[in-house]
């Protein structure tokens, strides 16, 4: 399944960082460098650098916070465009698709413990946890 190019002709190769800033994995393009630069992004099992080149059929490992995607790149564009043009960039594999949604309905069943809790305190709150901390 190949990814049309709006407005230009197809493009052979790529950067690896301007192509998860276009495929919208990561908000801009320099955190994408970053997330090269510490590992979190590897081509065929292996880290690479933000400069090297990535073309359709390659296999990417992406972890975006502890969410892990593996991923087969579909196509290339030079533009960030709209999320559901994104997604027809890159095809997830099956086995990283059921992990995902084993994490969220992990997720769902036990939410980490506060994430309940909005805003600040109210004055009962803070009482008992100056009463906790001042104890210790």
């Known amino acids: 399944m190949a990814v049309e190019q709006i407005g230009q002709a197809a493009l052979a ?8 800033w276009t495929a919208r994995f990561y908000k801009t393009r320099s955190l994408a460098a970053q997330a090269v630069a510490a590992g979190h992004v590897k081509l065929a099992g292996h880290t690479v650098k933000a400069a090297r080149e990535l073309r359709p059929g390659d296999e990417l490992e992406i972890g975006v916070g502890d969410t892990v995607w593996k991923i087969v790149v579909r196509g290339l564009n030079e533009q960030r465009r ?17 992990r995902r ?26 009482r008992l946890i100056r009463g906790f901390t001042d104890n210790c």
């Not at 190769?13 to 998860?20: E, G, N, P, T």
């Not at 709209?82 to 997604?87: I, L, N």
């Not at 994490?103 to 803070?126: F, I, N, V, Y």
């Open 101 to 126: 949604a084993a994490q969220q309905e992990a997720r769902r069943l036990a939410p980490a413990p506060g994430s309940d809790l909005r805003g600040r305190p109210t004055k009962k709150a803070r």
């Open 82 to 98: 709209p999320a559901v043009e994104a997604q027809r960039l890159y095809g997830e594999t099956v086995e990283s698709h059921q």
């Open 13 to 20: 190769s790529m950067r690896i960082d301007k192509w998860l």
